[in-house]
T-cell receptor, first 113, second 113 residues
């Protein structure tokens, strides 16, 4: 069965520092991977997605993620964070032939001044 | 831009009441979803619909039902609200296929007292 794991529930980081939010997945079939961001009192917005092809995926707001099949990971990175990046980030996966999107438990990114 | 609109941002209901949560999307998406979001648990799928009048149970359907009479509208019904149904409810929609991302509404925060 497919699962998505976000090991870090909270990540504090100073403004302008780099950040990496970790996501690992398990699946026996081809997987599609997504990162979503949720700002306070809002729904989730798509940051980026990996479907196939290049393993480095660029998204909105300067975020990028790298699909690593051998490590079954899809970590999200940003070289320099802003206060406005404070939010909760969700990794999600889906598999061909199903409707189900499996979500991780989320990582709260707190950017400190 | 795709718009997914949830009719209420905040609801307070009493135990035993019948509760309706409404969701409307404007992009002719085939798929619509209801998720429940709780701290530390991420998003859990309650119900899914892939066409008008079609529905499938998700991971936690107990205590809930749904209705999809028109393509753009998907309703979540709590037949007899209980305090353990206090949560954030998120509606989402997408085109068919596991490669298409979800578009979320802003959520309804339901409190059952």
């Amino acid at each position: 069965a497919q699962s998505v794991t976000q090991l870090d529930s909270q990540v504090p980081v100073f403004e302008e520092a780099p950040v990496e939010l970790r996501c690992n997945y398990s699946s026996s079939v081809s997987v599609y991977l997504f990162w979503y961001v949720q700002y306070p009192n809002q729904g989730l917005q798509l940051l980026l997605k990996y479907l196939s092809g290049s393993t480095l995926v660029k998204g909105i707001n300067g975020f990028e993620a790298e699909f690593n099949k051998s490590q079954t990971s899809f970590h999200l990175r940003k070289p320099s964070v802003h206060i406005s990046d404070t939010a909760e980030y969700f990794c999600a996966g889906s598999t061909s032939g199903t409707y189900k999107y499996i979500f991780g438990t989320g990582t709260r990114l707190k950017v400190l001044a | 831009d795709v718009k997914v609109t949830q009719s209420s941002r905040y609801l307070v209901k009493r135990t035993g009441e019948k509760v309706f949560l409404e969701c409307v999307q404007d992009m002719d998406h085939e798929n619509m979803f209801w998720y429940r979001q709780d701290p530390g648990l991420g998003l859990r799928l309650i119900y899914f619909s892939y066409d008008v009048k079609m529905k499938e149970k998700g991971d936690i359907p107990e205590g809930y039902s749904v209705s999809r009479e028109k393509k753009e509208r998907f309703s979540l019904i709590l037949e007899s609200a209980s305090t353990n149904q206090t949560s954030m409810y998120l509606c989402a929609s997408s085109f068919q296929g596991a490669v298409t991302p979800l578009h979320f509404g802003n959520g309804t925060r339901l409190t059952v007292t």
